[in-house]
């Protein structure tokens, strides 16, 4: 967790297994409370905070970390009370192909984007508490492969997205509206990884609480690919 030399994605991984034992949850917390956490790892420190079935845990993460509010500015309840609820499916799919904007960045079964990781097995993935975290937190486990990059080039443009392919002279790179660009590295400025995921942070202020149940619901049910999907 605290060694820098190692990916982000490792160390975002870490936070969690650590939080997993009651004496790491312990380190975690006090990590927290004193604020001597790398600020790259903080969505995974408020996740496993949030996660914990130690209520002293979760009132500590509600009062370092509160969750991002709703639509209309409404408190969410806790992660642990939403994964208790049980969810529409038939409007967690509609949400999620349409106000919830899922789809622009996630295929299932074969509809969407092709940004992020695709979605058509997460529910054999994912616990509900998990899902939750994932949109909530989308930075706290940001998984290899979908890091977003952002890149500078020597004419002022400024690019974010995911590196697909690089060779020695290009780098091929993938935007969230799906948008693909070959980059020179020749003309590019510099380059960075960015600490923040591609998925919005703030999906939850355009969906109602029980719309982010439904949608959760819906995921579940996601476990095996179908159609174009499953021909891959």
Not at 68 to 96: C, M
Not at 112 to 136: H, W
Not at 210 to 222: A, N
């Amino acid at each position: 967790m605290r060694d820098k030399s190692r990916p982000d994605s490792i160390r975002r991984a870490a936070v969690g297994a650590l939080a997993a034992s009651r004496a790491g949850l312990r380190q975690v917390s006090t990590l927290a409370e004193e604020n001597k956490y790398d600020p790259a790892l903080k969505e995974a420190v408020a996740a496993a905070l949030h996660s914990s079935a130690d209520p002293d845990t979760r009132a500590l993460a509600a009062k370092l970390f509160p969750l991002p509010p709703g639509k209309d500015n409404k408190p969410l309840p806790s992660l642990a009370e939403l994964a208790t609820r049980k969810g529409d499916v038939t409007n967690g799919r509609i949400v999620f192909h349409t106000t919830g904007t899922c789809i622009q960045c996630h295929q299932v079964n074969g509809l969407g984007k092709e940004v992020g990781p695709n979605l058509s097995e997460i529910g054999k993935k994912l616990t509900k508490q998990a899902l939750l975290e994932s949109i909530l937190y989308p930075s706290a486990g940001i998984s290899h492969n979908y890091e977003s990059w952002v890149v500078a080039t020597d004419d002022g443009n400024v690019y974010t997205g995911l590196i697909t392919s690089e060779t020695a002279d290009e780098i091929v790179l993938k935007d969230a509206k799906s948008i693909v660009r070959t980059l020179k590295k020749s003309g590019i400025d510099q380059r960075k990884k960015s600490e923040a995921s591609m998925m919005p942070a703030d999906l939850q202020k355009v969906i109602t609480e029980k719309e982010l149940v439904d949608i959760v619901e819906f995921m579940t049910t996601l476990k095996e690919a179908q159609g174009a999907t499953a021909a891959k």
